[in-house]
């Protein structure tokens, strides 16, 4: 069964970057694509980008014109989404989930990180 | 991109009655790539169906998804008291992928 942990919240001033580290068990990351999904404040979900195994590239929402940026460290198995130039409108929870290419769609989700920007 | 527009934006009912919740699509979405998901104040969300009908596991089948091409629907066919909540269409077929802006099931 595999389980996402995320790290914990996070307070940013504009124009500043943060990054949010996923870590993944009972599965690897040759197994499965960790995408990432935000939410602002009483928002819906907005699908950020993850990790295209038929292509084995990542791929990205286009609002963010170069400011994100996934990676994956299989060594410790554990996936990281950076965000740079961060504006109030970044303030979001910031969600990793897991994609089983057999299946499709994302589950399970890690718990969430909370990433504020304020002055 | 393909957009994702959920109808009703939210849906009151009461406990015991049927909800039907619609999802449709700018441009076909092949059915192996349409997810359902529910989202509770406060929670992650949860996988609900993937591939327009299987249901995710451990999903009561009082879940049932279904559709083809540009028009897709969950229903939910008695509601218990812990299914209200948000419910999210999402398309992994076309890159960007896509979420609707989902629909609200309250207490009547």
């Known amino acids: 069964q595999v389980h996402l942990v995320q790290s914990g919240a996070e307070v940013k001033k504009p124009g500043a970057s943060v990054k949010v580290s996923c870590k993944i068990s009972?599965?690897?990351?040759?197994?499965?694509?960790i995408h990432w999904v935000r939410q602002a404040p009483t928002k819906g979900l907005e699908w950020l980008g993850g990790?295209?195994?038929?292509?084995?590239?990542?791929i990205y929402a286009q609002n963010f014109q170069g400011r994100l940026t996934m990676t994956e460290d299989t060594s410790t198995e554990t996936a990281y989404m950076e965000l740079t130039g961060l504006k109030f409108e970044d303030t979001a929870v910031y969600y990793c989930?897991?994609?089983?290419?057999?299946?499709?769609?994302?589950?399970?989700w890690g718990q969430g990180t909370l990433v504020s920007v304020s002055s | 991109e393909t957009v994702l527009t959920q109808s009703p934006a939210t849906l009151s009912l009461s406990p015991g009655e049927r909800a039907t919740l619609s999802c449709r699509a700018s441009?076909?979405?092949?059915?192996?790539?349409l997810g359902w998901y529910q989202q509770k104040h406060g929670q992650a969300p949860r996988l609900l169906i993937y591939?327009?009908?299987s249901r995710a596991a451990g999903v009561p089948d009082r879940f049932r998804g279904s559709g083809s091409g540009t028009d897709f629907t969950l229903t939910i066919s008695r509601l218990e008291p812990e299914d209200f909540a948000v419910y999210y269409c999402?398309?992994?077929?076309?890159?960007?992928?896509?979420f609707g802006q989902g629909t609200r099931v309250e207490i009547k």
């Open positions: 989930a897991a994609d089983f290419p057999a299946r499709g769609g994302l589950d399970p």
């Open positions: 441009q076909t979405v092949s059915s192996s790539y």
């Open positions: 999402q398309q992994y077929g076309h890159s960007p992928w896509t």
């Open positions: 591939g327009t009908s």
């Open positions: 990790f295209d195994p038929e292509d084995d590239e990542m």
């Open positions: 009972g599965y690897t990351l040759t197994e499965i694509s």
